[in-house]
């Protein structure tokens, strides 16, 4: 058991919204902070309408999920969301200097108690480490989209993170119904990402370039693997403004991406966000690429 009972997730979007309310589910004290009002009623809407995701994919009852939004809170006060933190989650966007002042704020503000860990896609704890103040209570904690179905948590710590820390960190992991993932180095985009992304990224080279369209572009993938979903479908699961965000910060002065990039910003002007907000390359809640005859000739 550890001693992390009250957590902190800062950054209720599509993925933090989900760490948010699984900690939540697993009976830990959550408080959501985001920086304004809307951003936190957008939030807790996300995490309501997720209901029968929960109940039809672990079998959740509705007492256990009610149970669930009880023990969450929202605060757009930095302070007032961490002064009891054992540990604060960050998830907000995949912007370095976004994150570079979130952690120049929060050490000014958390109790000396409260462990760091960063959601970040992409981005290595060594790139903000200096930040926090406390370097041997800071690592990353990345979470895979669909937490509560898609349970792995990949621990990644710098050479200064506590050993105690992380492996405090692994057991969180556990309690609130993680597989734990720990990595013995810094590595760019953990395993799931590192696999992940050049994946996407080609897909998006593919489409940005008028190579085909997403709908074929997914086909083929999908019957030549056999997987339930391809790149697009994957896309609008994490989210285009994550996607965005990453490609743009990995290949944003590669020519060859610079299609993809104005073509996502296009869909993101014009709300088309992705599964979460109903639309993003399909509509939802049922997308093209389930229907029966979506791999047929």
Not at 68 to 89: H, R
Not at 144 to 168: C, K, L, Y
Not at 200 to 212: P, Q
Request: glycine share 8%.
């Amino acid at each position: 058991m550890t001693n992390i009972e009250n957590v902190t997730v800062a950054g209720g979007g599509v993925l933090g919204s989900q760490i948010a309310f699984q900690s939540a589910f697993k009976g830990k004290k959550v408080t959501i902070y985001d920086i304004n009002d809307e951003a936190i009623a957008a939030a807790e809407q996300r995490i309501k309408n997720r209901r029968d995701l929960y109940k039809h994919d672990i079998n959740a009852t509705d007492e256990q999920f009610d149970a669930g939004l009880n023990n969450l809170s929202y605060s757009a006060d930095l302070a007032e969301a961490v002064k009891d933190a054992d540990l604060v989650i960050e998830a907000v966007p995949e912007k370095p200097s976004i994150k570079h002042n979130f952690y120049q704020s929060l050490a000014k503000v958390a109790p000396e108690k409260t462990i760091f860990a960063s959601n970040s896609s992409t981005y290595v704890p060594s790139t903000y480490a200096a930040d926090t103040g406390r370097p041997a209570k800071f690592l990353c904690l990345h979470f895979a989209n669909h937490v509560w179905r898609m349970n792995t948590a990949e621990i990644m710590g710098s050479d200064q993170t506590d050993p105690d820390i992380f492996n405090e960190i692994v057991d969180y992991a556990k309690e609130i119904g993680m597989v734990p993932i720990p990595l013995h180095k810094e590595q760019p985009g953990y395993i799931l990402n590192s696999l992940l992304v050049p994946f996407l990224e080609d897909a998006g080279y593919l489409w940005g370039n008028d190579i085909a369209d997403p709908e074929t572009i997914d086909k083929t993938w999908m019957i030549g693997t056999g997987s339930p979903v391809g790149p697009f479908g994957a896309y609008d699961a994490v989210g285009l403004r994550t996607i965005y965000n990453i490609i743009e910060e990995q290949k944003g002065d590669d020519p060859d991406f610079k299609p993809f990039l104005e073509k996502v910003r296009k869909m993101l002007d014009e709300g088309k966000t992705g599964s979460d907000a109903g639309h993003g390359f399909y509509d939802y809640p049922n997308p093209r690429y389930k229907d029966e005859d979506f791999l047929k000739a």
